[in-house]
């Protein structure tokens, strides 16, 4: 069946743009998560949701990043006035169940900001 | 391709040998384990889990073990192919937490033929 699916795959940002990065969860997935990779590191959480239900953003960066997901399916991670630092692999995770178990990740999507 | 093997530890295996890759946690706390094979350009694709109270079981052609008393993990790969070739990750979520999995810093497998 399908997994799950990010867009853009890439995106490049001059500084001070705005960006929003796009999940598609696997159908019925109630939990999504979105982690942040670095180069050569592993991905670091930044915020989780039980259906439309934001319950975790304790590993957002600044307030310049929003995630929302108004009808608990597809979710949006929105960078303000991005910054060199944000550059980065952005991945989504879905799971079926409550919790953080069984994560599935998406591809993610790299962004460079120049 | 994503350089997701930079600055890793690394693993060269031969062909047909077994693996095995392993991982050290922190958090006592911790009480759902799982790991992860990435591959270049792409995302972390799941590979099996275990729960605190287990302490081995097994997939296809792998098998995690878990020691809680001394807080390791590790990953044995039988039979390793040339497809097993990627950087792998441990993750742990703790019992107090909300959902989030903590990512150790990752090994690089690298299969000789």
């Known amino acids: 069946g399908a997994g799950v699916s990010q867009s853009p795959r890439y995106k490049v940002a001059k500084r001070g743009q705005d960006v929003a990065l796009r999940c598609d969860p696997i159908?019925?997935?109630?939990?999504l998560f979105w982690y942040q990779q670095a180069l050569g590191q592993g991905p670091e959480f930044l915020t989780y949701?039980?259906?439309?239900?934001?319950?975790?953003k304790s590993g957002l960066p600044s307030d310049r990043f929003f995630a929302e997901r108004p009808e608990g399916s597809v979710s949006t991670l929105k960078i303000q006035r991005t910054q060199q630092e944000d550059s980065a692999v952005y991945l989504c995770?879905?799971?079926?169940?409550?919790?953080?178990?069984?994560?599935?990740f998406g591809p993610g999507t790299r962004l460079t900001v120049t | 391709g994503e350089s997701v093997g930079l600055h890793l530890p690394t693993l060269s295996v031969q062909e047909g040998d077994n693996s095995i890759i392993n991982c050290a946690y922190s958090n006592s706390a911790s009480d759902y384990f799982i790991w992860y094979k990435q591959e270049s350009g792409k995302g972390p694709q799941f590979i099996i889990d275990i729960r605190s109270n287990m302490d081995k079981r097994q997939g296809q052609r792998v098998t995690v073990l878990l020691n809680k008393t001394v807080k390791h993990l590790s990953l044995q790969i039988a039979a390793t192919q040339p497809g097993d070739s990627a950087v792998y990750f441990c993750?742990?979520?703790?019992?107090?937490?909300?959902?989030?999995?903590?990512f150790g810093k990752g090994t690089k497998l690298s299969v000789k033929p």
């Open positions: 949701f039980q259906n439309e239900a934001q319950l975790d």
């Open positions: 159908s019925g997935h109630v939990s």
């Open positions: 995770a879905s799971s079926v169940r409550e919790g953080g178990y069984e994560q599935y």
């Open positions: 993750a742990e979520k703790s019992g107090g937490s909300q959902g989030n999995l903590i």
